[in-house]
């Protein structure tokens, strides 16, 4: 199985932030890669696929890049909307995995 | 709108059964692929299952294989999950979800516990 290492596992960060977040594959996943948004009490939300494909209504601070084994997430200029709880998903094969998670938090 | 309503999640001892649907409106079901996903209280979020959009293949967690199937009726509209030998690790909010375009369920909360 494909292990997703994500990190970091939090970080505090203020409103107008530059933040990266990384997810590393155990094993080359192509860009089989989605990156999830999720905030307390809610379901997830995809933002990007493709590894760097945003999806429709995505504000366009949300990056995503990179392949085979290194993925990073960017959002340029944090907005206090951004404060969530953000995951990776490898689909490269099956059982599908997720990353541990990053909690983004106000400082 | 699209909708993905969950139901049959509560309490159950371990080693219990438990069967869980999602019922799905809004979009053309029997064409979308779906699955599960799962988060334990305060945990991060596990892919528990998939079923192809026809039912012809499924695909599960190595946490879960053996003890629980994933099926579903495209004549109703429904997805399912049998859950069989129930354990306290299984405690989770369950959501189902397309494969695409991003469609999510509420979640149903599942508490396995003597």
């Known amino acids: 199985d494909i292990q997703m290492t994500q990190s970091p596992s939090a970080m505090s960060a203020s409103v107008g932030d530059r933040v990266t977040i990384t997810c590393r594959a155990s094993q080359g996943i192509r860009n089989y890669l989605a990156w999830f948004q999720q905030k307390p009490g809610k379901a997830p939300k995809r933002l990007i696929n493709?590894?760097?494909n945003l999806q429709s209504g995505v504000p366009s601070r949300f990056s995503g890049g990179g392949s085979g084994t290194e993925f990073t997430l960017t959002i340029t200029s944090l907005q206090p909307e951004d404060f969530a709880t953000y995951y990776c998903l490898q689909y490269n094969s099956y059982p599908l995995t997720f990353g541990g998670g990053t909690k983004v938090e106000i400082k | 709108q699209v909708q993905l309503v969950e139901s049959g999640g509560g309490v159950v001892q371990p080693g219990r059964s438990l069967r869980l649907s999602c019922a799905a409106s809004g979009l053309v079901f029997s064409t979308y692929a779906m699955q599960w996903v799962r988060q334990a209280p305060g945990k991060g979020l596990e892919w528990v299952a998939l079923?192809?959009?026809?039912?012809?293949?499924?695909y599960y967690a190595d946490s879960v294989k053996g003890r629980v199937t994933i099926s579903r009726d495209n004549s109703k509209n429904t997805l399912y999950l049998q859950m069989n030998n129930l354990r306290t690790e299984d405690s989770a909010v369950y959501y189902c979800?397309?494969?695409?375009?991003?469609?999510w369920g509420q979640g149903t909360l599942v508490t396995v516990s003597s």
């Open positions: 493709a590894a760097s």
């Open positions: 079923i192809s959009f026809n039912g012809g293949n499924d």
């Open positions: 979800a397309t494969d695409r375009d991003d469609y």
